[in-house]
Every structure is written in C-alpha cells, then in structure tokens.
C-alpha cells in the first residue's frame, strides 16, 4: 500500500531544476513526450499519456505561457498544431533526463546485478502491482 500512495502523492510533488524551472510531474513529463517526438499533435500527446486532451491543452497553456513549447499550425491542416520545444523547454528536457540517471541509477544497477529468473519474478511482481494501481486511481 505503501507503493500506491506514493504513486498517488508523487503527482503532487514539485520538480526544481533551478532557473524558475519548476514542474509539476504533469509538466515535466509532456515536455518529455514532446522532446521526445517533436511535431506530435495535441491529440497524439494526448492519447499517449492516456489523459483528455483538455488536460493536455491547459498544460500546454501554461508551458507556452512560461517559454517552454511552441505550437505551430501544421502544413497540410492549418487547424491542427504540432508541438515542440523551444530552446528553454529542451533546456528542462535535458535536465529531467539528468534528474532520471542521478536518482534511479542505483535501481538499474541493481536490476542488472540479477540473473534472468529474478527478473522474471520481478516483472510478475510489478505487472500485478500496476494492476493495483490502475484499480486505485
């Protein structure tokens, strides 16, 4: 249980990188799926986080606002706006990659220090604590 309410609080929890670059998990995580897939429709984004594109609009809203994306009409259908970063947002797309090797370092380290079968009965676990989160929230 103690697993799923982290889960759950971890959305709440603010991510500093310094420079008035501070990010609710929401935030940091569409710059990601942006940085990642620069050009993406707001629907594409949308679908792939799994959430409305209304929440997706409102993030973007705010990120647009605060220098991190720019959207751009696309060529072929002027009412449709792909997505990318600006030179700030790559700049947090950077940082949260940083942010993501220094704190789960010791997690990989340890997964690659097992032998196949641990990893199976570690895969098993987490397929089914996911199960619980999905039924949770």
């Known amino acids: 249980m103690k697993l799923v309410e982290n889960a759950a609080n971890g959305k709440k929890k603010i991510l500093d990188f310094g420079d008035d670059m501070k990010f609710y998990r929401g935030e940091i995580h569409l710059i ?6 620069p050009g993406m429709y707001i629907s594409q984004v949308a679908r792939y ?5 209304a929440v ?4 973007l ?3 647009e606002k605060d220098g991190f994306i720019i959207k751009e009409e696309d060529e072929e259908n002027k009412k ?4 990318f970063l600006t030179k700030k947002g790559n700049l947090a797309y950077v940082n949260h990659q940083k942010y993501h090797l220094e704190n789960d370092k010791e997690v990989y380290d340890y997964l690659n220090e097992l032998d196949d079968d641990q990893i199976k009965i570690i895969e098993q676990f987490l ?3 996911g199960k619980m989160l999905e039924n949770h929230y």
């Open 56 to 59: 997706v609009s409102k993030t």
């Open 61 to 63: 809203l705010k990120l």
């Open 80 to 83: 449709k706006l792909r997505l």
């Open 32 to 37: 990601k799926v942006i940085g990642e897939n």
């Open 127 to 129: 397929k089914k604590a």
């Open 49 to 53: 986080l799994k959430v409305t594109r």
